[in-house]
């Protein structure tokens, strides 16, 4: 308490002071609302690591999280740019969905180029320098700051009629994310692809304007695929990828502080998601064949994969005639830490 008139001034001027330091430690270490929009519902992948990532920023900051599930705000390209014009902090933005804003993004999309091995997977996302700086200096071009990218798992194709073969997929309309790598994708596997946002998926499926789609067996299961779908093949092809972004004027307006406890919150959550994911595609197979027992799963064979895996050479080369130079780099340091990831894990067996 200031008693003593003399002391006014010094102690006015020490109050002013602090009180406008105070104001600048508050202005950055204020509380905050960060609204965070998925492209998925909250029980399902990206609405896990969305919880865990706000559970941790809440418990260790006075910020709050508020998470959008898919439906309240829009179709995957309407959240992307609404994190690049920063009306929310943080965006899932599927590489599928990218293609048009970063065409080094379909990288992911390139047909068997991902390891299948689920531990050699979780260390290449989390370590992989191709990502996480080159892959990110092309987000930031677009005002996104990369916050994480994080496998949702094995893409399964379901369909109305059995594939073995690259012949079954001949006059199937097949449904895509709105990807021109995935259009060539499913091009080169005899296919018609059918690009779609995903809000339209499901009808069309029921009022057969498609015949076929692709995804990984949680989402197939959560959102009845299943129920509009006969039979489902694993190609090995490809893992569902999203990345966690947010919009780049708020990432550098952060204080240190805040941006060491983002990248802290999104460590615990990825540790979290790769945890969650163990067993989710043969649980969410079993849920799906309890509830429709007649549904059909194949495996491919090494010798029925060949030529699907020889269509995607053609996928490779359009890979790198749309993302130019810069892509060709991205898709061989992608290889690069990839092999790096492998002999790590492998070597630590
Ligand atoms: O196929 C799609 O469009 C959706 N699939 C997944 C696994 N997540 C979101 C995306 O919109």
Do not use: C
Not at 170 to 186: C, D, G
Not at 223 to 244: P, R
């Amino acid at each position: 308490m200031i008693k003593s008139k003399p002391f006014m001034r010094t102690v006015t001027a020490g109050l002013a002071l602090s009180a406008s330091a105070l104001a600048i430690s508050v202005g950055t270490a204020s509380a905050a609302e960060w609204k965070y929009a998925l492209e998925e519902a909250i029980d399902e992948v990206q609405g896990v690591y969305a919880t865990q990532f706000k559970e941790y920023i809440e418990a260790n900051s006075d910020h709050t999280v508020s998470i959008f599930p898919f439906g309240t705000l829009g179709e995957s390209a309407d959240l992307t740019e609404l994190a690049q014009m920063g009306a929310i902090q943080i965006v899932d933005a599927s590489p599928g969905f990218m293609g048009a804003l970063i065409p080094e993004a379909e990288v992911f999309l390139i047909p068997y180029v991902l390891p299948e091995d689920q531990e050699v997977l979780a260390d290449f996302y989390d370590t992989s320098p191709t990502i996480n700086e080159d892959l990110a200096a092309l987000y930031e071009e677009q005002q996104l700051h990369m916050i994480e990218m994080f496998p949702e798992g094995e893409v399964v194709m379901t369909t109305k009629e059995p594939v073995t073969s690259r012949e079954d997929l001949n006059e199937v309309k097949f449904r895509v994310m709105t990807s021109p790598l995935l259009v060539q994708t499913y091009d080169a596997f005899g296919a018609t692809p059918t690009p779609l946002p995903w809000g339209e998926v499901y009808s069309s499926l029921q009022l057969n304007m498609i015949q076929g789609q692709e995804n990984p067996m949680f989402f197939v299961e959560s959102t009845g695929m299943w129920e509009v779908t006969d039979y489902i093949t694993f190609t090995g092809h490809s893992t569902f990828t999203t990345s966690v972004a947010g919009n780049l004027n708020w990432w550098n307006g952060l204080s240190d502080e805040d941006k060491q406890l983002v990248n802290d919150a999104a460590a615990a959550a990825y540790d979290y998601i790769i945890e969650y994911q163990q067993g989710l595609t043969e649980s969410s197979l079993d849920k799906i064949l309890e509830q429709k027992p007649e549904m059909t799963v194949t495996r491919l064979t090494d010798e029925q994969r060949q030529p699907f895996r020889e269509a995607a050479q053609s996928v490779r080369q359009t890979f790198i005639e749309r993302a130019g130079e810069s892509g060709a780099d991205i898709l061989e340091g992608f290889e690069a830490d990839i092999e790096a990831s492998r002999e790590r894990v492998n070597g630590a067996m």
